[in-house]
């Protein structure tokens, strides 16, 4: 008999990208060149440099540095994602970046095999940040960079807790958006120092994000009420507010970038 080791939260992460693949590789808010420039920016790949996203989900990130590197590998767990990631590679015409399906946690490359390391939206499904981190740290050479974007969670704790409640009902692969705080905790508990940080917003109209999810009860009308009553007093942190197009939300989002001590 065939056992399956895959813990409940690793089979919510694939039901969601794979429903979301599709969608999300679509979606121009995470996409557009002027966003994958931030991370693309911190990274500053050479031409002689070999690079890792990990948790690449529809490559994006991965084929923005392959415009510029020598080598990338995109590694990500869902399979549909993995697909995305191809055919935005051969769309774009680029043979110098590779899919690997793997965990973000134990990636199998060896210690140092990178210039570039970098992850984007991933960690707020983490349910071990500090150990992923590592992983990120350990596969740096020496002299290069290390580069994690995420959203952040509001330092205000109330506010925190609702956004992350609501988190976790959208898309229930969430285990939690953390504080600016507490990322910036990883960098210096890996030994990195003091990271560089850009902060910036992913804008959406709530109605389109919610018609891209996939809630925990399918219940998408419920959800974008929930979204559309923070407006007042901005109860999610999301500076929630009313438009003619609708109620648009903004994601706190970060870019923390350090080089490995030589």
């Known amino acids: 008999m065939t056992r399956n080791f895959a813990s409940a939260h690793d089979r919510a992460i694939s039901a969601q990208f794979t429903a979301q693949a599709s969608g999300f590789a679509a979606g121009k808010e995470l996409h557009a060149d002027e966003v994958l420039a931030l991370i693309v920016d911190a990274a500053s790949p050479g031409p002689d440099d070999c690079a890792i996203d990990l948790a690449c989900g529809p490559g994006s990130v991965a084929c923005a540095l392959a415009e ?12 549909a994602m993995l697909e995305q990631a191809r055919t935005l590679a051969e769309n774009s015409c680029l043979q110098n970046v590779e899919w690997r399906q793997g965990d973000l946690y134990s990636t199998g490359f060896a210690d140092a095999a990178f210039d570039v390391v970098t992850c984007r939206f991933a960690f707020h499904h983490l349910e071990d940040p500090r150990k992923a981190f590592f992983e990120m740290a350990r596969l740096a050479a020496p002299g290069g960079r290390i580069v994690l974007c995420d959203g952040v969670a509001s330092d205000t704790p109330e506010k925190a807790r609702a956004f992350n409640a ?9 285990v939690a958006f953390r504080t600016l705080d507490d990322l910036h905790s990883l960098f210096v508990g890996a030994g990195l120092g003091e990271p560089q940080t850009k902060l910036f917003q992913v804008v959406y109209l709530a109605a389109d994000l919610v018609g891209r999810s996939f809630p925990a009860d399918g219940d998408r009308a419920g ?11 901005d109860v999610l942190g999301m500076n929630a507010r009313r438009t003619a197009q609708g109620v648009m939300i903004s994601y706190n989002s970060v870019v923390l970038s350090a080089i490995k001590a030589g």
């Open 68 to 79: 510029r590197a020598k080598r990338v590998v995109g590694l990500d767990v869902t399979p």
């Open 223 to 233: 959800l974008l009420a929930l979204i559309e009553e923070s407006v007042e007093g």
């Open 166 to 174: 609501m988190e976790r009902q959208r898309d229930p692969s969430t």
